[in-house]
């Protein structure tokens, strides 16, 4: 925490001129302002949904782009319409961004008619037009190191490069030489790339969103454009000789929540979709808006594979091939290296009796070596103390009155005081699995890791695992991890709760070998594709080796951040919020956009943003500003207002108090139907079996992601 002693941090500057742009980060967004945001402004003008927003590089302009088919350039201070431009689109604008060292003349738009269009500001006219893609075009992105250079993403499946210096013209069905990268060929006829942006750090950096739970990371650099040729029904794809299904393998990174490629659920199928993704303003993290699912933030720079268990990970091997059970970070230098983008990661957890290296412990839990840097692991955390301690005991508190949403808010203020503390992991986890929301029994298994690696001794932290496994329907492994415990435990094996479980994961698994899913291959098949449609698993075959490669290797989250839904529209934005990117912003189902501290991940505010949907959040560059569109027609600006909240009368303003029940609320919304979602937007009242108790289908019920339509 710094010091916001104003005179204090001026006075510094003038000691030290570096200190100058520390000053300006640090000033511009901070906890006292978060608190006082609240609506300034609406910007009207528009006449049907606005899909997007973009400020130029000094804040003085937005731009947004409607499904009017008007691009207006506002001033957000004067609050007046500078340019607004016919675009010649012939379908709703999806993306509106500024052309690089153009002064703010140059406009390029993607719409749904297929086509990216090149606008003179001064001239009001559409300069250049490119009909290359095949499907609509979602989003666009742009780099200042190349301005001249911009880059689409199309749910044809391609993403493609336009350099404005040339000139180029053609159609969806004839050969066209701008493609970058074609997914239909790695991923096969079905993949819809929805969101795309360059690194601000590293512009040979690419990040793209598609329709699945993978987020694909390139190395533009060791990318060719080629001529790709699309039907006109977007079911086949020929390719010139130099574009060729394998990619160099150091080329690209995946990053994908690590629940999302196991979960199964007798056989439901959950359809996940990137809708936006965006770095952090140091270009290390990606934040990623999943539909049907959370937020989640990935290190770019930190491999973490996804937990894996087998039985035999809680065997009695020796301890020579027992592997550590907790997180190794080793930084990275990007994707190009590709022996250090695979260093070693989160591993699989082996329990050992015995171990030459190192005494075991008591209970034979044995942990191994953890970071190369920290060669010791402890056998117990440190106790806790001060305030750490009473956010502990406040947590406690909040568990037995079974507010789990406020437990686990204050366990994750705990942890930011005690990061080393065993019991704080093991009783977050324990919440976690009573919350029961999207994710959240994965993330209680790797507190469960966590724990037993900072102490091993933790017997609630070993049942919990057991419980995890359980939840997540790995039953063989749920098995050998609670016979462990047992072994480990000894007397602890006649609780009801460890009774229960032994006959529940019995139960389950004579349940699984009648219904002809016993065998190891029918699971993980299974797992492989819990994510896809039904129609999409005969396409699955047509994934060649090296996307089933870069999956395996694919990196899990770092962060998440709940209490938003993000189901019906496919365009719904996340972005960081401050100069360091010290907050979170999403938009969501309910018409409202969410804030969240982004070190504890806990929710601080909510706003009332849109009569139905909240889909754009753009930050200003500079200043505590937030632009905000949706449904409504019209554009938001947020700022600090009154120093108390109800000086202003402001009644879009959600009170703390409420923050759990509405995000409860979403996490039931997210297991709707997305129409009827909308039509409780609009005030309908919708029965279905089950509504009406919370998290009814647990943590894997059905969602589906939809377009956004003109109201």
Not at 397 to 405: D, G, R, S
Not at 479 to 501: S, Y
Not at 532 to 553: A, H, M, W
């Amino acid at each position: 925490m710094f010091s916001k002693n104003v005179p204090r941090l001026l006075k510094g500057r003038e000691e030290n001129e570096r200190f100058n742009r520390t000053l300006q980060n640090k000033l511009q967004v901070y906890g006292q302002l978060v608190k006082r945001l609240a609506l300034e402004t609406e910007l009207q003008g528009h006449e049907g949904c606005v899909n997007c927003l973009h400020w130029n590089t000094s804040g003085s302009i937005l731009a947004s782009g409607s499904d009017d088919l008007h691009a207006i350039l506002w001033d957000p201070f004067k609050r007046r319409i500078k340019h607004k431009i016919n675009t010649g689109h012939s379908a709703n604008i999806f993306s509106v961004k500024f052309m690089p060292h153009t002064g703010d003349q140059v406009l390029v738009t993607g719409a749904g008619d297929f086509q990216v269009r090149v606008h003179s500001v001064p001239q009001q006219d559409t300069i250049q037009t490119f009909k290359c893609h095949a499907t609509r075009v979602k989003r666009l992105t742009t780099s200042p190191d190349a301005p001249h250079l911009v880059w689409s993403a199309s749910e044809d499946g391609t993403i493609r490069q336009f350099d404005l210096r040339e000139s180029h013209m053609c159609h969806s069905n004839e050969n066209c030489k701008n493609t970058l990268l074609d997914l239909l060929i790695h991923v096969g006829p079905n993949c819809e790339v929805k969101c795309i942006e360059v690194n601000p750090c590293r512009s040979e950096l690419l990040a793209i969103g598609c329709s699945d739970p993978y987020v694909r990371l390139y190395d533009r650099r060791m990318l060719t454009k080629h001529c790709t040729t699309l039907g006109v029904t977007h079911c086949s794809t020929q390719t010139c000789p130099n574009a060729t299904a394998s990619l160099p393998s150091s080329c690209a990174r995946y990053f994908t929540p690590g629940h999302l490629p196991c979960n199964s659920r007798r056989g439901k199928r959950r359809s996940i979709v990137s809708t936006y993704l965006t770095f952090s303003p140091n270009g290390q993290e990606l934040l990623v808006n999943l539909g049907g699912e959370q937020l989640y933030l990935f290190d770019i720079n930190t491999q973490r594979s996804p937990l894996s268990y087998t039985p035999a990970c809680f065997g009695t091997e020796n301890a020579s091939t027992s592997s550590r059970n907790g997180f190794v970070h080793h930084e990275t230098s990007g994707v190009t290296d590709e022996k250090k983008a695979t260093s070693a990661t989160l591993t699989k957890r082996k329990l050992s009796d015995t171990n030459k290296s190192k005494p075991p412990s008591a209970n034979g839990y044995t942990i191994a070596k953890g970071h190369e840097e920290d060669t010791s692991t402890p056998e117990k955390s440190p106790q806790l103390f001060g305030k750490a301690l009473e956010l502990k005991g406040r947590a406690n508190v909040e568990y037995e009155h079974k507010n789990y949403w406020g437990a686990i808010n204050l366990y994750n203020q705990a942890l930011i005081l005690a990061p080393d503390s065993a019991i704080l992991y093991a009783n977050r986890a324990a919440a976690y699995l009573k919350r029961g929301w999207y994710g959240d029994v994965y993330a209680a298994l790797r507190d469960c890791e966590q724990a037993l690696t900072l102490d091993s001794n933790s017997s609630k932290a070993a049942y919990r695992q057991a419980r995890c496994l359980f939840e997540m329907e790995w039953f063989p492994e749920a098995e050998a991890c609670l016979t462990r415990f047992m072994t480990c435990f000894p007397d602890e094996c006649n609780t009801k709760l460890v009774k229960g479980l032994e006959r529940d994961i019995k139960a389950a698994l004579v349940s699984q070998t009648e219904d002809g899913n016993g065998k190891a291959s029918n699971r993980e098949r299974s797992r492989r594709h819990e994510f896809y449609p039904s129609s999409v698993i005969g396409s699955l075959r047509k994934i060649n080796d090296c996307e089933q490669g870069l999956r395996k290797e694919s990196s899990d989250y770092k962060a998440r951040f709940c209490g938003h839904c993000n189901t019906t529209t496919d365009i719904k934005e996340a972005n960081f919020f401050g100069a360091d990117g010290e907050y979170v912003v999403a938009g969501s189902d309910d018409g409202s956009f969410f804030l969240w501290e982004k070190s504890t991940t806990n929710l601080l505010r909510i706003l009332k943003g849109d009569d139905s949907i909240v889909n754009c959040l753009q930050p200003h560059p500079s200043g505590c500003i937030l632009a905000t569109s949706g449904i409504d027609p019209v554009v938001r600006l947020w700022s600090p207002q009154a120093e108390h909240p109800e000086e202003t009368g402001d009644e879009r303003r959600v009170p703390d108090n409420e923050f759990a029940q509405v995000a409860k609320d979403n996490q039931r919304r997210m297991k709707t139907d997305p129409f009827e979602v909308m039509m409780m937007n609009l005030g309908y009242t919708v029965t279905r079996d089950g509504a009406g108790s919370d998290d009814s289908e647990g943590e894997y019920g059905s969602v589906m992601s939809q377009n956004c339509h003109a109201s």
